[in-house]
Each structure stands twice: as structure tokens, then as C-alpha cells.
């Protein structure tokens, strides 16, 4: 089992809806959680970052985290086609001081 | 105020021959990482540096790799006898500090590819 995973996509959703991208975890051990944005050919950039249960929110992006349900989230609202990239979610490690990344699940936005 | 930069941006090598791949993180920063992303892939942890110490190699792919950190400034990635595996793009990072709360910020990465 990965240590952080993510469906690879693509999610295809159109312009204006709600594109939900999920994430699991294994280690319990993580506290911090991270989502970045990567668009093909550059290097990722950060979207949120959560280390609290529940939702926070920073303008059109939400993210979600379920500790007891090693699960965390990330809501785009109003998507746009400047939206499409991959997202990677990422785990930070206490005890190794590694964050941890999961595959990435690649977002298309329909116009 | 100047980013994390990398150099050089691409890298085409002959199976065999040795490569160094450059960091310079931003200032003040005094963690600083390697990933390795394969085509399609996620990211792939290599190893961390604080100042200038890195405290587990574990999870550098094979004895041919190896990293230094100068102080809290540059570090270097040197790969040796390089394969057709190694081919990837190399990215470095680089964090206020360790703690797990701080934002990494990625350089535009080195591609590399082994002929």
C-alpha cells in the first residue's frame, strides 16, 4: 500500500462546477497535509495546507481532513480551464521530517 | 525576492558518465530537499538537508547517488554511472525550517536524461 494515495484521473468536470479531488493516507502519524498545484512541464506549487479535522477554506479552494478516516480533500468551486493541472497531495511525516506525495490526480476543466 | 533556482535545467548524459545537478535555495531558508518525478509520476523523496547536515540517506535510490550541502546555501546531487533509469526531472525545495507547517518551495527542476 502507497503511503499517500490518489485516483490518477482524469477528473473531467465543466466550467463552473465543483471538481472534488480525494486523497488517503496510511501513517496516523501525519499531522500536516499539503495540496499542490502542478501544471505540465513546471513544478509544483502550493494550493493549501490543513493540519486541523475539518474544512478550510481560502477563496475558491477548500480543503478537507478526516484524521480518523485517513482521508483528506480538496474542493475547487467555479472551475475554470486555468484550473486544469495535476493536483498532488502530500503528507508530512513528524517523525521523518519527509512529506510524503501521492501520485497526483490530473483535473480537466471543460469550457 | 529571488526563488529557488536550479541549474542546469536540462542535462542529456551517455550511460555511465557521472552528473551534478545544483540547488541554490532561497536565503534564510534552512531546509532544503530532493525529489525525483518520473514522467506521469508523483514525487519521489530522495533526501533532506538541515543546514548542512542530512541526517537520513535512506531514501536515495542507490549508492551511485549522493547529495552535499554547503552551509545553508548551495547543494549538489551527483549521480554516478548514470542509467536509462535515472531519467527524470530532479527537483529541490527549500523550507524556513523543518517544522511541519512550513510551506516547500519547488525550483523549476533539472531534466535529465540518460541516453
Known amino acids: 500500500q502507497k503511503e499517500v494515495e490518489q485516483n490518477s484521473g482524469p477528473l473531467s468536470v465543466p466550467e463552473g462546477a465543483i471538481a472534488s479531488l480525494n486523497c488517503t493516507y496510511s501513517?496516523?502519524?501525519?499531522?500536516?497535509f499539503f495540496w499542490y498545484r502542478q501544471y505540465s512541464g513546471k513544478s509544483p506549487e502550493l494550493i493549501m495546507f490543513?493540519?486541523?479535522?475539518g474544512d478550510k477554506e481560502d477563496g475558491r479552494f477548500t480543503a478537507q481532513l478526516n484524521k480518523a478516516s485517513q482521508y483528506v480533500s480538496l474542493l475547487i468551486r467555479d472551475s475554470q480551464p486555468s484550473d486544469s493541472a495535476t493536483y498532488l497531495c502530500?503528507?508530512?511525516?513528524?517523525?521523518?521530517?519527509?512529506?510524503?506525495f501521492g501520485s497526483g490526480t490530473r483535473l480537466l476543466v471543460r469550457p | 525576492g529571488a526563488g529557488v533556482s536550479q541549474s542546469p535545467s536540462n542535462k542529456v548524459t551517455e550511460k555511465g558518465k557521472d552528473v551534478e545537478l545544483r540547488c541554490d535555495p532561497i536565503s534564510g531558508h534552512t531546509a532544503l530537499y530532493w525529489y525525483r518525478q518520473r514522467l506521469g509520476q508523483g514525487l519521489e523523496f530522495l533526501i533532506y538537508?538541515?543546514?548542512?547536515?542530512?541526517?537520513?540517506k535512506s531514501g536515495l535510490p542507490s549508492d551511485r547517488f549522493s547529495a552535499e550541502r554547503t552551509g545553508e546555501s548551495v547543494s549538489t546531487l551527483t549521480i554516478q554511472r548514470t542509467q536509462q533509469e535515472d531519467s527524470a526531472v530532479y527537483l529541490c525545495?527549500?523550507?524556513?525550517?523543518?517544522?511541519?507547517?512550513?510551506?516547500?518551495?519547488f525550483g523549476p527542476g533539472t531534466r535529465l536524461t540518460v541516453l
Open positions: 525545495a527549500s523550507s524556513l525550517n523543518l517544522a511541519g507547517n512550513n510551506e516547500q518551495f
Open positions: 502530500a503528507a508530512w511525516m513528524d517523525s521523518s521530517y519527509k512529506l510524503i
Open positions: 490543513i493540519y486541523s479535522n
Open positions: 501513517d496516523r502519524g501525519s499531522q500536516s
Open positions: 538537508f538541515q543546514g548542512n547536515s542530512a541526517p537520513d
